[in-house]
């Protein structure tokens, strides 16, 4: 082999064995080889929102599109003034959620806070990130909050304060999860979040959530914040039930 064709195999060697190292980590959902902890294929097959209340971010059927609002918000008064979502809460974005919530795979929550950041559509920014507070003994037995880990990903694209210091959560007296009515929802968390004072400066505030299901939570928590200064509240969330 001749020193130039020597060379070139070198190359050609290390060329092969950096593509193959940047591949060096598995897609969470078809377990191919990617650079990213889900590959672009299952990207693509991610359920999205499509023509959504501007309201509650609530998924509206064909025959809604163009409402202003969804038969729900025309008869409930939410705390906040709108909402947004990146996913729809279906299959496989409820896998990477909960794996990324309960089952401490936080570069997922990486990966869903970079896409939140890049996809969802900005009127205006906002003074602060609010993530929705977790009670303290939830924190302490799972060692993070997920909606945080979320807001610290879209801050890197949007470098904005993050609040977990003027609101603090207690205990609901039932998981939400076990409730499926929003008027069941509100009652178990009427009450639940203490504020302090906002900064001044601190008029409209984004709450930052992983899952909106009835909308109950991130309405309960506006409406403290509102109490606390903010003016406006718009809800940021990864995915939204489909009620309809």
Same mark, same amino acid.
């Given at each position: 082999?001749?020193? !130039? ?6 190359? %050609?060697?290390?060329?092969? %064995? ?5 591949? !060096?980590?598995?897609? $969470?959902?078809?377990? !191919? ?14 359920? #999205? ?5 501007? #309201? ?23 705390? $906040? ?14 896998? @990477?959620? @909960? ?30 990130? @609010? ?61 639940? $979040? ?24 991130? !309405? ?5 914040? #509102?109490?606390? %200064? ?13 009620? $309809?």
């Amino acid at each position: 082999m001749s020193k !130039s064709g020597y060379l070139k195999s070198v190359q %050609g060697f290390f060329k092969t %064995g950096f593509a193959q190292l940047a591949l !060096s980590q598995h897609c $969470f959902l078809c377990h !191919s080889l990617n650079a990213d902890i889900i590959c672009p294929d299952c990207l693509q097959d991610l359920p #999205r929102i499509g023509n959504a209340c501007p #309201r509650c971010a609530q998924a509206l059927p064909v025959h809604l599109t163009g409402a202003e609002h969804c038969p729900f918000c025309q008869k409930q008064k939410l705390g $906040f003034d709108t909402a947004q979502a990146a996913f729809q809460y279906a299959y496989p974005v409820n896998k @990477l959620i @909960l794996a990324g919530k309960y089952h401490y795979r936080l570069e997922l929550l990486r990966y869903l806070g970079t896409f939140m950041a890049q996809q969802l559509p900005l009127d205006e920014l906002p003074d602060v990130l @609010l993530p929705v507070p977790s009670p303290l003994s939830m924190l302490r037995r799972r060692g993070y909050n997920q909606a945080v880990e979320l807001a610290r990903w879209i801050q890197k694209r949007y470098p904005l304060p993050i609040d977990t210091r003027h609101v603090s959560c207690h205990n609901k007296k039932h998981a939400q999860a076990e409730l499926t009515t929003y008027q069941e929802r509100q009652r178990n968390v009427r009450g639940i $979040f203490q504020v302090q004072p906002l900064p001044a400066h601190w008029r409209h505030v984004w709450i930052i959530d992983d899952v909106m299901t009835t909308g109950a939570t991130a !309405s309960e928590l506006a409406k403290t914040v #509102r109490h606390a %200064g903010a003016e406006k509240v718009t809800v940021w969330c990864c995915a939204r039930n489909q009620r $309809f």
